[in-house]
Each structure stands twice: as structure tokens, then as C-alpha cells.
């Protein structure tokens, strides 16, 4: 059996009624979730932070804290080093230097005694014999002195130095400047530059 042509009326009628049917609705917050979506993917204007990022650059700054500490601490062993190097090194040239300090301390009173006795000794032939044989005997004590690093102090006529001079007495002269030494009882010595015994001395006054 034959259908019947549809009338345009008809067709009206079909496109009104699927027009009127109802359209499937967008999940609710479906285009918000997808604008979060896009934002994590890490373009400009990210909303959520990278926490392994942030721990990464925390632990390349503790590492590089870590390097400038070890750093500091090298350079202040290597200075202690030197240090203690240097001062191993300057005890080691005292202990050198000074060694004989003791020794020479107890000689000087033999060269005390021989000078004395060249000073008491009268000008008669056999005195001279004597004499000569003291100075020769003295010289070879200072010479063996000398050679160790000892150093006679004299300070006849020099300026009085109460860093080298010990003064034990004060006497008025008026042909000597004053504060010099004019008379000098027991001569002083030192060893590599260092004081062993000062010179005992009278020293000028003004009258």
C-alpha cells in the first residue's frame, strides 16, 4: 500500500516537535575543570606549584651553603698549618740560637777572673811574662765566645742604656755629658742579641 506524500504542514509540524525536545545538558563545572586542567600542564599564570621543583632548589642551596662552608673551614686549617709551621720553625731557631745560654753564663766568670788578674798584676819582667800568657789565655776565651755568638759590651763613654747598662752609681762630672757612662765595673755580654748580663756601670750627674 502506497504512503501519502507528505504535506509541507506535516513537516512543520516534525521540526517543531524536535525542537521541543529537550538537549543534553553540559556537566556541571566541566569548563572550569578543563581551564584548571590546561593551567597545570605549567604555562605562564600556573595556579598550583611544583613542590618538586621547590624541593630541588632547596637542596641545591644547602649543597652550595655546604660547599662555602667547607671552603672556609680549608682555608682556616691551611692557615693554622702555617701558623703552627712558622712557629715550630722560629722555637726551633731559638733553641738553636740560645742553647749555649746556660754555658755561657758560667764562663763569663773565668773571663771575669782573668781580666782581674791582668789588672793587679805589676810591670816587673816575670809579671810580664805572666801577663802576656793571661792575655793570650783570655783572648782565646773570647774568640771561642765570639764564635758561639757572644758579643762583649764595653760602654765606656757611651750614652747610658738601661737596656744593656745596669747603673750602681751616680757620680758628679763635669767633664763627662751627663747620663754616660764613665766608669765600668763589669763588662756585659750578649748572645745572638740577647741580653746575657747587662754592664755594670757609674753613670754622669751635673754637679
Known amino acids: 500500500m502506497a504512503q501519502d506524500p507528505q504535506t509541507p504542514m506535516d513537516e512543520e509540524l516534525q521540526r517543531a516537535a ?3 525536545e529537550p538537549q543534553p ?3 556541571e563545572g566541566e569548563v572550569i575543570d578543563n581551564v584548571l586542567d590546561a593551567d597545570d ?3 605562564e599564570g600556573t595556579l598550583v606549584d611544583n613542590p618538586e621543583a621547590e624541593m630541588l632548589a632547596a637542596q641545591v642551596e644547602e ?3 655546604a660547599v662555602k662552608e667547607a671552603k672556609d673551614q680549608a682555608l682556616r686549617a691551611a692557615a693554622d698549618a702555617q701558623n703552627a709551621r712558622r712557629r715550630a720553625e722560629q ?3 731559638k733553641a738553636r740560637k740560645f742553647a749555649l745560654e746556660k754555658f755561657v753564663k758560667e764562663m763569663l766568670p773565668v773571663v771575669d777572673s782573668l781580666e782581674k788578674a791582668l ?4 810591670g816587673d819582667e816575670a809579671a810580664k811574662t805572666h801577663v802576656e800568657g793571661i792575655e793570650m ?3 782565646m776565651q773570647l774568640d771561642a765566645l765570639n764564635k758561639s755568638g757572644v758579643e762583649q759590651l764595653d760602654p765606656h763613654g757611651e750614652p747610658f742604656d738601661p737596656e744593656y747598662h745596669q747603673a750602681v752609681a751616680m757620680v758628679p762630672s763635669p767633664d763627662a755629658e751627663p747620663n754616660s757612662v764613665i766608669d765600668v765595673m763589669q763588662k756585659g755580654y750578649t748572645l745572638n742579641g740577647r741580653l746575657v748580663r747587662p754592664a755594670m756601670v757609674a753613670v ?3 754637679s
Request: charged share 35%.
Open 18 to 20: 524536535r525542537d521541543a
Open 25 to 27: 545538558e553540559t556537566p
Open 41 to 43: 600542564t605549567g604555562g
Open 63 to 65: 649543597l652550595e651553603q
Open 91 to 93: 722555637d726551633a731557631e
Open 119 to 122: 789588672e793587679s798584676m805589676s
Open 137 to 139: 789565655t783570655l783572648k
Open 204 to 206: 754622669s750627674k751635673a
